[in-house]
């Protein structure tokens, strides 16, 4: 079996009318994804809430408690773009710990995929970029401190993982890499200890051969004990934020590669979808089922041969 996480609380916040961000693709994906065929007893939905001790391993505990109490001003709420609810809080620390449940798995099963996370503009003491806490740079610090030696974070969100290059980046245990778009958000760019910055427009082939060539010199190179995938898809070419033109088998391609390398290698890998932000939802989760469908093709042969998504 193929371990998911998910929770039904993921796509239960209420957002203005037009909000830009699309809070049902995580009810819709789990619902395609059992549609497709995937086993229901495949799906974790019980995983822990991250505690405020795990946040304050990468975030600062003044930062945590104003942002929990609804203490931030609203500068700070307009950045992270979400308006304020106490929902909004109970979400976030669900999909943080929706993430460091996806790790823990990994680390037993070889693989693990999460239907949420990825919020990688959340820095130490602020959020930007519809991300209040950093999941995958908690889940990160959490694996150190249960004995993981090495960690790769390799982020594949169109947009840079800016904070959690700055979180990690005094961090040798952590190696963060992103390979993004060179002209999108954000526009101040942090350095990460590999940056592939993509041109506007880039397609396919472009686009693998860095993916290639990167993901496989980073695993040489640091022979990380564990992987954290950022496989968002605003790469795609529909994607209403991405700027690039990387097709839905190019997606695939993308995913199965990371993920085979990763199992070729008996690194566990903990995957997460990342963002993604066609209006179109029924289309957005096409793209985000790639990942899932991907995992099964490497993973559970036989799943795949059955997959009708």
Not at 13 to 41: F, T, W
Not at 255 to 262: A, E, I, M, S, T
């Amino acid at each position: 079996m193929l371990p998911l996480v998910y929770h039904d609380c993921y796509s239960d916040l209420v957002l203005p009318e037009r909000h830009r961000y699309p809070i049902g693709k995580y009810r819709a994906l789990y619902q395609h994804l059992l549609q497709a065929g995937i086993p229901d007893n495949w799906f974790d939905c019980h995983a822990a809430p991250a505690t405020t001790a795990q946040l304050a391993l990468v975030h600062q505990p003044e930062y945590i408690k104003a942002l929990c109490q609804g203490a931030l001003d609203d500068k700070s709420m307009r950045r992270i773009g979400f308006p304020w609810s106490e929902f909004l809080i109970k979400r976030s620390l669900q999909s943080v710990g929706g993430t460091i449940r996806t790790m823990q798995l990994a680390l037993q099963h070889g693989i693990a995929l999460h239907l949420s996370g990825g919020y990688h503009h959340a820095f130490a003491g602020e959020g930007a970029g519809f991300c209040l806490f950093n999941d995958l740079a908690v889940a990160a610090a959490v694996a150190l401190q249960q004995g993981v030696d090495k960690v790769l974070i390799f982020d594949c969100d169109v947009h840079q993982g800016d904070g959690t290059a700055l979180l990690f980046a005094d961090e040798p245990r952590v190696v963060t890499a992103s390979l993004h778009g060179e002209k999108n958000f954000p526009a101040r760019k942090q350095h990460s200890d590999w940056d592939i910055g993509l041109p506007t427009q880039c397609q396919d082939s472009a686009y693998l051969d860095s993916l290639y060539s990167s993901f496989d010199y980073l695993l040489r190179l640091h022979q990380p004990d564990l992987v954290l995938y950022d496989a968002g898809v605003d790469i795609h070419q529909d994607d209403d934020l991405g700027l690039l033109q990387i097709s839905t088998d190019g997606v695939y391609q993308r995913d199965f590669f990371v993920l085979k390398r990763c199992h070729d290698l008996h690194t566990p890998v903990a995957a997460v979808i990342g963002g993604g932000y066609q209006r179109d939802i029924s289309k957005l989760i096409q793209v985000h089922s790639q990942l899932f469908q991907a995992a099964c093709a490497v993973y559970s042969p036989a799943q795949a041969l059955n997959w009708s998504g």
